[in-house]
Each structure stands twice: as structure tokens, then as C-alpha cells.
Nanobody, 123 residues
Framework: VQLQASGGGLVQAGGSLRLTCAAS????????MAWFRQAPGKDREFVAY????????DYADSVKGRFTISRDNAKNTLYLQMSSLKPEDTAVYYC?????????????????WGQGTQVTVSS
């Protein structure tokens, strides 16, 4: 599976962005997808995941109520709608996928990763 993330950019605090991740290649019959992020000097951290059907999703506490993850399986595309952005949301955002239906926040459980897209929130 190849993942291509896009949609990052520079936005003022309080603004919104929508990230997109397009999957291509040999995709598993069912797969969980997620967003992670990595700020300078910090470890990559979980942001949100969504199950194959889109009915199950979870978020890091730091983004709950502000970010929404969704997917369109017909288009093999994952989204992250980010609102009320804060300077501390500044990071490179990565999309990830893992085969099967298990839901996990563990970074090491995801076999496939996109190249990352930079999100910068100015104060």
C-alpha cells in the first residue's frame, strides 16, 4: 500500500485545515487507518484512528472536539478535518494504515506510512 498525504500548510491560530491521504497499490480487503504527528524534537504521537467501516474512531485527548477523522473507501481516501487549531498542533502529520480490523493507537502496529505533510499554526 502506498500512502500520499496532502493538505498541510500555514494557518493562524483558530483556523482550520483538512488533510487528505490517498491510498493506492495493493490495499488489503479491510484496513484501519490513522493519523500521527511529530513535532520538532518530539516523538511521533497518535492523533486519531478510524476503522474499516468508518463507524469506529478515537482521538488523542489533545485533539478531541477539534479534529474529525473520516474515510471514503470507494476512493481509498482518508481525511482529517482540523478546526480551532492551536500553535501546539504544529507538526508533520503522517497517515498510516494497518491490515485488518483491529483498532490501535500504537505506532508500531501500522505497517504502511505516508510521507508526511507539514502543518504550521501561527499565534
Amino acid at each position: 500500500v502506498q500512502l500520499q498525504a496532502s493538505g498541510g500548510g500555514l494557518v493562524q491560530a483558530g483556523g482550520s485545515l483538512r488533510l487528505t491521504c490517498a491510498a493506492s497499490g495493493r490495499t488489503p480487503r479491510a484496513y484501519t487507518m490513522a493519523w500521527f504527528r511529530q513535532a520538532p524534537g518530539k516523538d511521533r504521537e497518535f492523533v486519531a484512528y478510524i476503522g474499516w467501516s468508518g463507524g469506529s474512531a478515537d482521538y488523542a485527548d489533545s485533539v478531541k472536539g477539534r479534529f474529525t477523522i473520516s474515510r471514503d473507501n470507494a476512493k481509498n481516501t482518508l481525511y482529517l478535518q482540523m478546526s480551532s487549531l492551536k500553535p501546539e498542533d504544529t507538526a508533520v502529520y503522517y497517515c498510516a494504515a494497518r491490515a485488518g480490523s483491529a483498532l490501535t493507537t500504537t505506532r508500531w502496529a501500522y505497517q504502511h506510512w505516508g510521507q508526511g505533510t507539514q502543518v504550521t499554526v501561527s499565534s
